[in-house]
């Protein structure tokens, strides 16, 4: 995923850096707030149920955003989609990972030492002669 971001107008929320529309940063927020209400980690099961539950328009959580903030909403998004544009960007980005032996996915702080990895490739590049 690429990942563009202006530092002179960079936004105190990381679901808005990351993601491109406001629906994707809702989902996202709401999938994170379900992996911690799971102790951070959840099976294949519970994440087929959470994208089957905002398939169908069964999903129900309390926005931020407002003129909606506080208010409990039912959320729908088409399950290929939250596949592909927020799950996978998640993984790739290394926000969460997923355990091949167990089948769970998990909160990571991968996304920060990637982070930091880029950093220093940049540091290095700057140091190099011309």
Same mark, same amino acid.
Not at 77 to 95: A, E, V
């Given at each position: 995923?690429?990942?563009?971001?202006?530092?002179?107008?960079? @936004?105190?929320?990381?679901? !808005?850096?990351?993601?491109?529309? =406001?629906?994707?940063?809702?989902?996202?927020?709401?999938?994170?707030?379900?992996?911690?209400?799971?102790? @951070?980690?959840?099976? &294949?099961?519970?994440?087929?149920?959470?994208?089957?539950? *905002?398939?169908?328009?069964?999903?129900?959580?309390?926005?931020? !955003?407002?003129?909606?903030?506080? =208010? &409990?909403?039912? *959320?729908?998004?088409? =399950?290929?989609?939250?596949?592909?544009?927020? *799950?996978?960007?998640?993984? @790739?980005?290394?926000?969460?990972?997923?355990?091949?032996?167990? &089948?769970?996915?998990?909160? @990571?702080?991968?996304?920060? =030492? !990637?982070?930091? &990895?880029?950093?220093?490739?940049?540091?290095?590049? *700057?140091?190099?002669?011309?």
């Amino acid at each position: 995923m690429v990942m563009l971001f202006d530092r002179f107008n960079l @936004s105190d929320d990381v679901f !808005e850096i990351i993601f491109a529309t =406001k629906q994707q940063e809702i989902v996202a927020r709401a999938l994170i707030q379900y992996f911690k209400n799971n102790e @951070s980690e959840i099976n &294949k099961t519970q994440m087929s149920f959470f994208a089957t539950q *905002l398939h169908e328009g069964n999903f129900e959580t309390t926005l931020r !955003e407002p003129p909606y903030a506080g =208010k &409990k909403v039912k *959320l729908t998004y088409n =399950k290929r989609q939250f596949y592909d544009r927020i *799950l996978t960007p998640f993984k @790739s980005m290394g926000l969460v990972d997923y355990d091949m032996y167990k &089948k769970t996915y998990r909160i @990571s702080d991968n996304f920060i =030492k !990637e982070m930091r &990895k880029i950093g220093l490739l940049w540091a290095q590049e *700057l140091k190099k002669p011309p």
